[in-house]
């Protein structure tokens, strides 16, 4: 039996779309087009994709507590009402 852990395999396949450019002053910016509002900015490239995994977390989940739409990525939808088993089941 496989385990699949929905949330860490939505924060990756998101990030496996990020973007990252160099500015200017020699810093690193990311950014997640799917994900409006989703961007970071720090002093090296290692620095940048660790913040911007942090700003996604905190994206994904207040957007789930505010009831937003979040982008449907890799099959993955976040927005499904959970589903529950019968106690029974367990």
Known sequence: MTVRFILTDYVNMV????????????????????????VAFSTTLQQCEAELRSTLEDWILLGLKLGHHLPVIAGIDLNKEP????????
């Open 15 to 38: 990030l496996a779309q990020a973007v990252y450019d160099k500015l200017e002053d020699g810093t690193f910016s990311g950014r997640i087009p799917s994900c409006i509002g989703v």
């Open 83 to 90: 589903q529950r088993e019968p106690v029974e089941a367990v």
